[in-house]
């Protein structure tokens, strides 16, 4: 089990968009649809923001969207605001197994 | 509205055995997947095992020898234990629920182990 790969670091400036991809293999994101991606601030745990690819659990604002295209997926951050500052994992579902991406710090 | 707690000793001695607990309040442990996550000092999230209410479980293969979860549906609670620690284990365990396909929905606060003699 390989973990899926992100950037360690991404930013932006306020109302701007970002977009972090987490990357795999046509054997793990290429081939299942159970990404999710979840918010972690300092010393919390972590809060699920998008799950099945692109869908958003009520309460997660609009401003967050997801995709999938081949072995990347990705997590859009839209009109950046100084709270969504934080680490950001993908996670993907892969038949009996779960891997984690490596995380990435959003810089707002 | 469900809530999680992690639970459990803060030190264990290198070569024991570390045992976790997660209590579920305010819903059931029924029809959902529950997981162990943890988190070292400074690093990313692991994903270490996760079990179905009704028994079907799944490890990481990288901790799969040392590795038990489990869940007792009478008291609402979900057990990990890990064999053999060292100081890698040291880290914040998660416990979380799993709905569909893949989300974690709900999360414990997490509970910090440290592995030390």
């Known amino acids: 089990q390989s973990a899926l790969t992100q950037p360690r670091s991404v930013s932006g400036s306020p109302g701007q968009s970002v977009t972090i991809s987490c990357t795999g293999t046509s054997s793990d994101v290429g081939g299942y649809n159970f990404v999710s991606w979840y918010q972690q601030q300092p010393g919390k745990a972590p809060k699920l923001m998008i799950y099945d690819v692109d869908k958003r659990p009520s309460g997660v604002p609009d401003r967050f969207s997801g995709s999938k295209s081949g072995s990347t997926a990705s997590l859009t951050i839209s009109g950046l605001l100084a709270e969504d500052e934080a680490d950001y994992y993908c996670?993907?579902?892969?038949?009996?197994?779960?891997?984690f991406g490596g995380g990435t710090k959003v810089t707002v | 509205q469900v809530q999680l707690q992690e639970s459990g000793p803060g030190l264990v001695k290198p070569s024991e055995t570390l045992s976790l607990t997660c209590t579920v309040s305010g819903g059931s442990i029924r029809h959902y997947y529950w997981s162990w996550i943890r988190q070292p000092p400074g690093k990313g999230l692991e994903w270490i095992a996760y079990?179905?209410?009704?028994?079907?479980?799944?490890?990481n293969s990288s901790l799969k020898s040392r590795v038990t979860i489990s869940v007792d549906m009478s008291k609402n609670q979900v057990y990990m234990k890990l064999t053999s620690v060292t100081a890698a284990d040291t880290a914040v365990y998660f416990c979380a629920r799993r709905f569909g396909g893949g989300g974690m929905d709900v999360w414990g606060q997490g509970t910090t182990v440290t592995v030390s003699s």
């Open positions: 079990m179905y209410y009704s028994g079907s479980t799944s490890y």
């Open positions: 996670c993907l579902l892969a038949g009996r197994d779960v891997l």
